[in-house]
């Protein structure tokens, strides 16, 4: 469904209430944000009126999208890593007063270069689960109360984990990437249907193939020309996400 802003209010009487963007006030949480597709998320929701907060590991990549983007909340963690999972999830819920929007953006390849299933190291197999499929599942989980509080407060509550067609099907040599992806995608519809009830969707998303630092990585070869921007892919989950909230009225006179 596409999505669009109207601006167009001049029909409207002095203080009636107008439609809005339903991103417009939302407080997002979106992990890997310094580069890629999570760069651009962070960028196409600040552009719609959200209040976001931001993931990764390098602290000097986060400082500096923070200091390029005012009102980003930079927060330098490893979702990998299980001891730094309740520190970024109370950061978050800090930061923002509370979550409406989850989306596990942060992956890993595994074995670079990419190799053979036979050829893989136990290590590389265990990071690619780790950061994954592991930490989505332990963010989503320490999340999970300020996500049900923002359902309930009527605001909308949605979890997007970003899928891969590899999660489906079988190229060869993206064996350990391919196989977290698929877990990924699976406990995310898993979820969706244990937590329908409460209010909270769930979404995985194959976002395409886009030219990034980790394609680039993976297929050195490929032609940037062929592969999506990562821009018009934030464009299109932040529509799906957008098409999942309850559509709010804001007075002319401004937010209350």
Same mark, same amino acid.
């Given at each position: 469904?596409?999505?669009?802003?109207?601006?167009?209010?001049?029909?409207?009487?002095?203080?009636?209430?107008?439609?809005?963007?339903?991103?417009?006030?939302?407080?997002?949480?979106?992990?890997?944000?310094?580069?890629?597709?999570?760069?651009?998320?962070?960028?196409?929701?600040?552009?719609?009126?959200?209040?976001?907060?931001?993931?990764?590991?390098?602290?000097?990549?986060?400082?500096?999208?923070?200091?390029?983007?005012?009102?980003?909340?930079?927060?330098?963690?490893?979702?990998?890593?299980?001891?730094?999972?309740?520190?970024?999830?109370?950061?978050?819920?800090?930061?923002?007063?509370?979550?409406?929007?989850?989306?596990?953006?942060?992956?890993?390849?595994?074995?670079?270069?990419?190799?053979?299933?036979?050829?893989?190291?136990?290590?590389?197999?265990?990071?690619?689960? /780790?950061?994954?499929? !592991?930490?989505?599942?332990?963010?989503?989980?320490?999340? %999970?109360?300020?996500?049900? @509080? *923002? +359902? #309930? =407060?009527?605001?909308?509550?949605?979890?997007?984990?970003?899928?891969?067609?590899?999660?489906?099907?079988?190229?060869?040599?993206?064996?350990?990437?391919?196989?977290?992806?698929?877990?990924?995608?699976?406990?995310?519809?898993?979820?969706?249907?244990?937590?329908?009830?409460?209010?909270?969707?769930?979404?995985?998303?194959?976002?395409?193939?886009?030219?990034? /630092?980790?394609?680039? !990585?993976?297929?050195?070869?490929?032609?940037?020309?062929? %592969?999506?921007?990562?821009? @018009? *892919? +934030? #464009? =299109?989950?932040?529509?799906?996400?957008?098409?999942?909230?309850?559509?709010?009225?804001?007075?002319?006179?401004?937010?209350?």
């Amino acid at each position: 469904m596409a999505f669009r802003i109207d601006t167009d209010f001049q029909g409207l009487q002095p203080g009636a209430p107008r439609p809005a963007d339903p991103i417009a006030g939302c407080r997002v949480a979106i992990t890997g944000g310094t580069a890629g597709l999570g760069l651009a998320l962070v960028k196409e929701f600040i552009l719609r009126g959200a209040s976001v907060a931001f993931v990764a590991r390098n602290r000097a990549g986060v400082d500096q999208v923070a200091d390029d983007h005012p009102g980003a909340h930079g927060i330098a963690g490893d979702v990998s890593r299980k001891d730094d999972i309740y520190t970024i999830a109370m950061q978050i819920t800090g930061e923002l007063g509370g979550l409406d929007v989850l989306i596990n953006n942060a992956s890993s390849l595994g074995p670079v270069p990419l190799a053979l299933l036979g050829d893989t190291h136990c290590e590389d197999l265990e990071s690619a689960l /780790a950061t994954n499929l !592991l930490g989505p599942f332990r963010l989503t989980k320490a999340l %999970l109360g300020a996500l049900a @509080a *923002s +359902a #309930r =407060e009527g605001r909308g509550a949605v979890v997007l984990n970003i899928s891969s067609d590899a999660a489906v099907n079988p190229y060869p040599r993206w064996g350990a990437y391919g196989a977290s992806k698929a877990a990924l995608h699976h406990l995310t519809r898993i979820w969706n249907e244990e937590l329908a009830e409460e209010g909270i969707r769930f979404l995985s998303v194959d976002p395409g193939d886009m030219d990034t /630092a980790l394609h680039r !990585l993976a297929a050195p070869d490929a032609d940037p020309v062929t %592969l999506k921007r990562p821009e @018009a *892919s +934030a #464009r =299109e989950i932040v529509d799906s996400i957008a098409a999942l909230l309850p559509l709010r009225v804001l007075s002319t006179e401004g937010n209350r």
